[in-house]
């Protein structure tokens, strides 16, 4: 079955990075696009971006353009998640979620199928 | 971006009654029924969200089916016929049309039990 294991909770100071994984099992790893959603304390979800681990390809929200990296690592099954000039307000749960789409057609992402179970991250001086 | 605004911010429904909620979106997802790159997914209190439905009237597997999606364009809704105790936490709608330039989510609507 598919499953998405993420790494552990941080703690970080404002300007720092923070490194979140996400390793897939279940399914083979460079069909399926992932996206990264994250969530502040209390609030909605919010897309961050989405990687194509076929190709290797990105697209980032235009709010962390910059701030954001996105790799993946095929011997690993893992993706990764890297955000730089931390702020408070960075704060929040962060969950990779695969999408249902085939990344090896370039079908349109249309269905985030599986969750990973979160990570929280917290930025605080 | 295309915003998606979901009504009512909050639903207090009776077990056993219909629940449905609505999500409008600032620009159209498509205009053919079916077509709209539209989902909905639930959370639950304390853990990741889940899908329900996707391109607008499509149940992920093993959703019940007394929920359903339908809606073409700007207007789309989440239909539960008959709501269960289960069904309790924050419902989302999302747009993912605009892909690759954003992919959106509604504010939400907390289901709660009446």
């Known amino acids: 079955q598919v499953q998405l294991v993420q790494s552990g909770a941080e703690v970080k100071k404002p300007g720092a990075s923070v490194k979140v994984s996400c390793r897939a099992s279940g399914y083979t790893f460079t069909n399926s696009y992932m996206h990264w959603v994250r969530q502040a304390p209390g609030q909605g979800l919010e897309w961050m971006g989405t990687?194509?681990?076929?190709?290797?390809?990105?697209s980032y929200a235009q709010k962390f353009q910059g701030r954001i990296t996105m790799t993946s690592d095929s011997s690993t099954s893992t993706v990764y998640m890297e955000l730089s000039g931390l702020r408070p307000e960075d704060t929040a749960v962060y969950f990779c979620a695969r999408d249902r789409g085939s990344t090896r057609t370039l079908e349109h992402p249309y269905c985030f199928d599986y969750w990973g179970q979160g990570t929280l991250v917290t930025v605080s001086s | 971006d295309i915003v998606l605004t979901q009504t009512p911010l909050s639903s207090p429904v009776t077990l056993g009654q219909p629940a449905s909620f609505s999500c409008r979106s600032s620009q159209s997802l498509g205009d053919t029924d079916g077509s709209a790159y539209l989902s909905w997914l639930q959370q639950r209190p304390g853990q990741p969200p889940r899908v329900l439905i996707y391109?607008?009237?499509n149940r992920f597997s093993g959703v019940p089916d007394r929920f359903s999606g339908s809606g073409a364009g700007t207007d789309f809704t989440l239909h539960i016929s008959r709501v269960e105790a289960e069904d309790v936490g924050v419902y989302y709608c999302m747009q993912a049309t605009q892909f690759p330039r954003s992919i959106t989510f509604g504010q939400g609507t907390r289901l709660e039990i009446k």
């Open positions: 990687i194509n681990p076929n190709i290797n390809g990105r």
């Open positions: 391109k607008t009237s």
